[in-house]
């Protein structure tokens, strides 16, 4: 095993999905010697990814989290204390995406969009930021998307909600830079997830209908988006905060586009 973060306590949500981005991160935070607290709400995909990594020979642990719940959030970071250790990594991956039209969109699809994916990163900045404090600081990395930063049909909820989130990852850099807290952003785009392949109906990465339009013409993989987050969570990024690290193929470099962007990242 390697050892990039060893010695290191990461918290890594959303990891019950597989495939999927959260499953990816915490697999590589353990194999760079990382102990993990993986949580989802559903706690038996977090169980199985933490079983995974014990196989493999590393540290791990799983709750299940609602994300969206300042008492969940108090559970998860409490056993962190108590079970692990000083928190040194906190990754906010877990995340829904709520794809309607406007015309059909709700504001309760609206609000549970934001009550995950933005309001639950903020519950667990809040939480966590005052034991990175007391410990000498600590890395965040918010999983963001491509949908944060350019409009895509059907994705009203989500792209607010990934906007947000990636604005408010730069306040936080800022505030807590005196800290020693850095924050920083990961926005993946085309990645094959059980997310993109029930939005879109494919059953491999090959059978993705818009990999064409991405750049290197290929739909990522989410370990790609672990590689990012290692970096970001590892000493080796010191002195990087507020920063993003686009893993999407080269999409958001394109530029006069003759059809809309697809999105599932």
Known sequence: MANRLDAKVAVVTGTGSYPGIGHAIAIACASEGATVLCTDLDEMGAQACAEEIKREGGKAHFLRHDVSSPSSWGEVLEYTKVELGPLDVLV??????????LDDLTLDDFRRQLDVNLVGPFIGMRSAIPYMRGTGGGSIVNIV????????????????????????????????????IRCNTVHPGTIWTNMLAVS?????PTEVPFASSVPLKRVGDASDVANAVIYL??????????????????????VGLSRPIETAG
Do not use: H, R
């Open 145 to 180: 998307s491509i949908a944060g930063s350019i409009g895509s049909p059907m994705g009203i909820a989500y792209g607010a909600s990934k906007g947000g989130l990636w604005a408010m990852s730069k306040a936080v850099a800022v505030e807590c830079a005196p800290d020693n």
């Open 233 to 254: 969570s590892s000493d080796e990024s010191c002195y990087v905060t507020g920063a993003e690290i686009y893993v999407d193929g080269g999409i958001t470099s394109q």
């Open 92 to 101: 906010n991956n877990a995340g829904i995406a709520v794809l309607k039209s």
């Open 200 to 204: 879109t109906g494919a059953t491999a």
